[in-house]
Nanobody, 116 residues
Framework: QVQLVESGGGLVQAGDSLRLSCAAS????????MGWYRQAPGKQRELVAS???????NYADSVKGRFTISRDNAKNTVTLQMNSLKPEDTAVYYC??????????WGQGTPVTVSS
């Protein structure tokens, strides 16, 4: 059973930094794409950043230059370093691990609130 546990969310002020971590268990993750999504109130869930098994990264335009995604295959973790946070970054952030579109798993989400 795949389990993803996120941590690191919280309440910060604009311009601050946060580091989100996701610990994965229950499968062999080295071949999976790992990523972070977010969902703000009243909006659809959107991709924030992803990192492939080969280390290729992909970022939403809104976070490029501010957020950095990384993974540790030995520890089965994926981390999102968020710098220069803005109020519009406020959302619930979800960790995702996917091998295919049908083999995709989600964490329970961790809230991030950025005050102006």
């Amino acid at each position: 059973q795949v389990q993803l546990v996120e941590s690191g969310g919280g309440l910060v002020q604009a311009g601050d930094s946060l580091r989100l971590s996701c610990a994965a268990s229950g499968a062999f993750f080295r071949g999976a794409t790992m990523g972070w999504y977010r969902q703000a109130p009243g909006k659809q869930r959107e991709l924030v950043a992803s990192i492939s098994s080969g280390g290729n990264t992909n970022y939403a335009d809104s976070v490029k230059g501010r957020f950095t995604i990384s993974r540790d295959n030995a520890k089965n973790t994926v981390t999102l370093q968020m710098n220069s946070l803005k109020p519009e970054d406020t959302a619930v952030y979800y960790c995702n691990v996917a091998w295919t579109s049908k083999m995709s798993y989600w964490g329970q989400g961790t809230p991030v609130t950025v005050s102006s």
